[in-house]
Every structure is written in C-alpha cells, then in structure tokens.
C-alpha cells in the first residue's frame, strides 16, 4: 500500500499491484526504483496510467506501450473488456513482470434519442459513403503517438453543464438501436466556449461533418486523445499546441443533434474511453 501513496497522483483510485523488488543496484552501484505499479483493478472504460522503472519494455494488448523518460505508461480499457488484462514489463536489467488487472464491469442503461434527423438514422448509399469516408478520416488522426505527456495533467471539464448523455450508454435513435455512446454530452447554449481539457496539439479540425458537424480532435500524446463534437465554430487549426484552459471552440447543434450540447468524447488510438473517470481521477 506504500506505493499508493507514491504514485496516487498518478493512478486510479484502486489498491496497486504489488512489486516484488522495490530497489535495485544498477552497474555504478546507484540505487534505482525497480517497482512496477499498476491499479489491481479498472473500471470498463478506464484512462490507466502505470508507472515502471524508466527504459523498461511494455507491452499491453498486442502493442508496445511508449514509456516516459520518468516511467510512465498509459492505456485505455474499452467499454466491452472483460479482463483481467495483463500488462507484461521487462525491466532494463532484464528481469520481467507481469501485472494482472482486474475489469470492474459496469451497467449500460439504455438513452433513447428521438428528433433527430430522419437521414441521419438511415442515410441513403452516397450519404453513408461520406460518413465512411469522414469517420476513416477521424480515425486516421487519433493514431498519432508523440512522445508528449499532456495526459498526466489533471483534466478539467471543457464546459460547464448538466449531462445530458453518458459513455456506453446503449442508444436509440428515432426509435431505432444504435451502438453504444462514445462520449459525453453537456448540455449548454449555443456560443458557449469550449476549452482544452489538457494540453496537446490539434490532429484534426472540420466544421462540417455530416453525423458530428463541427468535429475537433485533441491530441494529449501517448495515443490519448479528445474529440469535440457538433461545435458552431472552431477556433485553432491542424499542427496548432494548445494549453490546457484555452478556448478551441464554441458549443453548437451541428450533425445529428436534437439540441445544442457539447459531445466530449475520449480515445486511447481506437479505444473509447469514459471523459467522466478521467475527471474523477482527480479527486
């Protein structure tokens, strides 16, 4: 339980897993920290963030996690995952560790929606092309992985307001089964501004997207990224560094919107996760 204390500014609020050597002797004779910490359990839809000895190997789900010059390693875990995951460390000494993660699963009530554009719901063939071909587009920008750690900052809400729409949440629209909800929704006016959660660079800006309308992704490095959905103005370009707190945009009712609400959603690369335990990993 020592290390929560260590590095709870630094993960979820959940008993850590334990490591069997906490110090080594590197070639110099210099004590290292040789622990390996991650949560000993995470919620479906989870921002993880573990911390391992600086230069170890970690590889989660099939792919190299990138390590911070400090130790940090961060992942998503998606709404259906079922767990326990398992994070595999080799150290720069060449020992290895394997970290189990338990998957706290959670319920997904079910949001109907009705009003929304009837077009929307079933677009016609050259509509549903140009859906394909803008989500592919979305898609390509959140696989960006810098070597940045804007997502170890603590995230603020981008506006303040009721939630009108949580992640996961099974969806209906006009009555008819849709997949599960991507995001958050904020209810506020139109006009209202929206801020960065957290610092990053901007991978793509488009004010007129046929489902989300004007569409801003936030890029936090590591994979981890924000994107802002059905906006009425978008203020920063492509490549621009933004500070966390800086207006990006402006709250709207573009795409499939019954309402003028800001859609906040979150990815680890194609993973979703949940805007809403990011935030609350901060209390």
């Known amino acids: 339980m020592r290390s929560s204390f260590l590095f709870g500014a630094l993960l979820l609020a959940a008993p850590l897993f334990p490591a069997p050597s906490v110090q080594a002797q590197d070639g110099i004779g210099k004590l290292v920290d040789n622990r390996v ?91 549903a ?10 898609t390509e920008s959140r696989r960006r992985d810098d070597n940045r750690t804007d997502f170890t900052q603590t995230f603020a809400w981008p506006v303040q307001g009721r939630i009108s729409g949580r992640f996961g949440n099974a969806r209906v629209y006009n009555g008819q089964p849709g997949s599960g909800h991507s995001g958050m ?43 802002f959905l059905h906006l009425s103005r978008i203020d920063v370009k492509v490549g621009d560094r933004i500070e966390q707190g800086q207006t990006i945009a402006a709250v709207g009712a573009t795409g499939r919107a019954t309402g003028p609400h800001l859609h906040w959603g979150m990815n680890w690369f194609d993973t979703r996760i949940d805007p809403l335990l990011v935030l609350e990993r901060a209390r």
């Open 37 to 127: 910490v991650f949560p000993a359990s995470a919620s479906q839809g989870a921002m993880v963030i573990g911390k391992v000895p600086a230069g170890s190997s970690v590889r989660y789900a099939g792919r190299d996690l990138r390590v911070s010059s400090y130790g940090s390693v961060v992942f998503g875990i998606g709404r259906d995952e079922k767990g326990p995951l398992q994070v595999q460390v080799r150290r720069p000494d060449g020992s290895s560790e394997t970290a189990s993660i338990v998957v706290t699963p959670r319920d997904w009530p079910t949001e109907r929606v009705n009003g929304v554009p009837p077009k929307t719901v079933n677009p016609p063939p050259a509509i």
């Open 129 to 138: 092309e140009r859906i394909a071909r803008e989500q592919a587009l979305v």
């Open 185 to 227: 929704d904020i209810a506020v006016p139109t006009g209202t501004p929206v801020k960065a959660p957290a610092a990053g660079i901007v991978t793509f800006a488009n004010p007129d997207l046929y489902l989300t309308g004007g569409t801003l992704v936030l890029d936090h490095g590591f994979g981890i990224s924000s994107n």
